[in-house]
């Protein structure tokens, strides 16, 4: 596997009696993420953001919150638990000098 270094791909798929389908990876220390609840409109959210591309993330229809979309953000919830226990295992496996070196890059 080649080393790229930091980046945002995003691709955009249409086809004839299809639905599009967008797919946004982040592979950059850039990336931001936020949430909260918007004021003028009051509903959660959550946004992905890094130079190239912005992902957001709100209720369904963005309006009232449902069964579906607590469903929904108690599986985000729960898939950010695992990415991050894995970072901390994978990260504590490294050889501390390449610790040192992905630090020193970012």
């Known amino acids: ?3 790229l270094g930091p980046y945002t791909y995003v ?28 004021a003028s409109n009051p509903r959660p959210y959550l946004e992905f ?8 993330i709100s209720t369904t229809g963005a309006g009232a919150v449902t069964d579906a979309d607590l469903s929904t953000a108690r599986e985000i919830f729960n898939a950010a638990a695992r990415y991050l226990s ?3 295992r994978l990260h504590a496996e490294q050889p501390a000098s390449d610790q040192a070196t992905n630090h020193a890059a970012a």
């Not at 993420?33 to 918007?38: N, V």
């Not at 953001?49 to 957001?56: G, I, L, N, P, Y």
């Open 49 to 56: 953001t890094s130079h190239e591309a912005h992902v957001h």
């Open 86 to 88: 894995e970072c901390e």
């Open 11 to 38: 691709t955009m798929s249409m086809r004839p009696d299809s639905d599009p389908h967008l797919g946004v990876s982040f592979y950059t220390p850039g990336l931001r993420i936020s949430a909260g609840t918007l």
């Open 1 to 3: 596997m080649s080393n």
